[in-house]
């Protein structure tokens, strides 16, 4: 197996689920700047917490359908739950400290390599030409998008110390490796015979469970005003569950380095809604970015063609298929 998706139609409807995720996740740091009064914590426990907890209770009948198998893997259970509440801390503080394209870049960035080297040494699966391909295009894109965000974001006034910005870029690596194991997690279990909505509740489901206490401390702001609960609701329902649902779907059909590297259209679509929606400015540099992204996602979800067979096995076939008259001849002769 490869971490290039299959060119299957299943593969295909998997991409596509996890493009559309992709999507939602973009709006999150647009949407986040609607309140400005509640803290990283509070809207990643709200977002990742309550869509987790709603995951966990729409699919509560496959999730006790499914608990001999998810008894039988508790500890991938355990380690997908850390890696739910981690993440959301590390993200919405990442893009606290960095800037909300730099943190989101850095995050979703790094998730691939971190997903390849989960699978490389945890599965031992090995990955395509076209992944290697498709990542070093995607990577390169995010890589000159967080390059014109930072110089932006430092030539502009009020620009946070340069001390915060390289914590906000630590952090945002620390949520690209919470984000693959979770990610690793889900697809571990839904591998291993769990289906993809009782393995996305199960693990998102404990995950939320964790922030419970980080949401009770520090999520009054988020009841404060209409706004700020608005936007509350939103991230837990929108990107959070619908996304989350649609990246469950799509680890059904692809593996995770693929789902990971197809997420890297998450920041390209965060940078564009913060031009549109925010007024940021985006440089050349940024928009250069961006093609690459585009081309990487083109490249993982172009369907395949069928591999032509070498000279050698096409002359084997061949003779395979020759008639045998000597043979037949022999025989007749023998039975008369």
Known sequence: MTGAAQPTAGAGLGALAVLLASVLWGTTGTAATFAPQVGPPAIGAAAMGLGGLLQALLAGRRIAGARTELRAQWRTVLVGGAGVALYPLAFYTSMHLAGVAVGTVVSIGSAPLASALIERFADGRTLSRRWLAGAALGLAGTVLLCAAEAAQAGAGPGTGSARQTVVGVLLGLVAGLTYAVYAWAAHRLITRGVTSRAAMGAVFGLGGLMLVPVLLATGAPLVASWTNAGVGIYMALVPMFTGYVLFGYGLSRIPVSTATTLSLLEPAVAAVFAVLVVG???????????ALVIACLGVLTA????????????????????????????????SA
Do not use: K, N, Q, V
């Open 303 to 334: 369907p395949s063609r069928p591999s032509r067979p070498s000279r050698r096995l096409r002359a084997a076939e061949a003779r395979r298929r020759e008639p045998e008259p000597e043979r037949e001849h022999d025989g007749a002769a023998l």
């Open 280 to 290: 940021e400015h985006l440089s050349a540099l940024g928009w250069t970015g961006i």
